[in-house]
């Protein structure tokens, strides 16, 4: 006879009698089985359609860069120019966005590869908001040092960093100022991305890290929801906290994340979640 198996939530709580013994519990199981047979046809097509989008996009985003060294070696101006920088934004986000399924479809299937080097905590943040300020109008300040070392995935923590400040600034669209600090102790290293924003309702921060969520639902400002559900994956990935704070709406946030110091050399290691 052939087993089946089902997916079932299973909640209880132990009861006791006054001298303070074990009774037993009182719970309930519910049979959730078609909900997750739902979300793995869901991630599955997510995964497929993303594999299927990639290839065309890279072949237009190619002709797209082609044409931009074209006309700027034709010295062309004007609304043809600006149109191709327009579409040439839009493959961005484009690329982007799937770039985004391709990693949930990863990380639900646990093959995300996490390469983990020793690396200099202060240069990695440095670094990323460096590459970052040409992309924008705000004023970035990054303030403190920690002078240790971490081990991570480099690509991926800039991945993390590099969704903070894009957050930061998509959501602060009046204060231009955007303060990154770096701290430390004894045992660990984090870093902090801080706006004068929107800001967060203090109700609808338990549903920050969850996938497909808008901050600001009201006035959508581009973006499916992915980034900062892919950011806690990567950071718990490296053994580490994720946290986002806000006073409320209209009053910033405050959303970064904690590592381990590192106090002795290690090898290269890879894994495969």
């Known amino acids: 006879m052939e087993d089946n198996y089902r997916w079932v939530l299973d909640k209880g709580v132990p009861r006791f009698d006054a001298n303070g013994n074990f009774l037993g519990f009182i719970g309930a199981a519910v049979d959730i089985n078609d909900q ?3 979300e793995r046809k869901k991630d599955e097509f997510l995964n497929v359609a993303s594999h299927e989008l990639k ?3 890279t072949s237009v985003n190619a002709y797209v860069q082609l044409i931009e060294e074209r006309f700027e070696e034709d010295k062309v101006e004007g609304d043809v120019k600006n149109y191709i920088s327009k579409a040439s934004r839009s493959l961005g986000k484009l690329n982007q966005l799937i770039s985004d399924l391709l990693d949930v479809s990863r990380l639900e299937a646990d093959k995300v590869r996490i390469d983990f080097h020793k690396l ?4 990695l943040i440095r670094n990323t908001v460096d590459n970052f300020m040409p992309t924008t109008d705000h ?3 990054v ?3 920690t002078d240790k070392f971490v081990t991570g995935d480099e ?5 993390v960093i590099l969704n903070f400040l894009s957050n930061a600034v998509k959501f602060s669209p009046i204060d231009k100022e955007i303060i ?3 701290n430390t102790d004894d045992q660990s290293v984090w870093v902090e991305v801080q706006d004068q924003g929107i800001g967060i309702d203090k109700n609808k921060m338990h549903k920050i890290f969850d996938r497909f969520y808008q901050v600001d639902e009201a006035n959508h400002t581009g973006g499916i929801g992915l980034g900062l559900y892919i950011s806690k994956e990567i950071i ?3 053994w580490g906290d994720i946290f986002i704070d806000s006073e409320g709406v209209n009053k910033g946030t405050t959303i970064g994340f904690r590592l381990d110091a590192l106090e002795q050399k290690v090898s290269i290691r890879t894994f495969l979640f």
């Open 139 to 141: 004023t970035i300040v």
């Open 236 to 238: 718990q990935r490296h």
């Open 143 to 145: 303030k403190g040092k």
């Open 155 to 159: 690509p991926r923590l800039e991945q």
């Open 36 to 38: 997750k047979v739902l």
């Open 120 to 123: 200099n905590f202060d240069q």
């Open 180 to 182: 990154v600090a770096l």
């Open 55 to 57: 290839t065309p996009l």
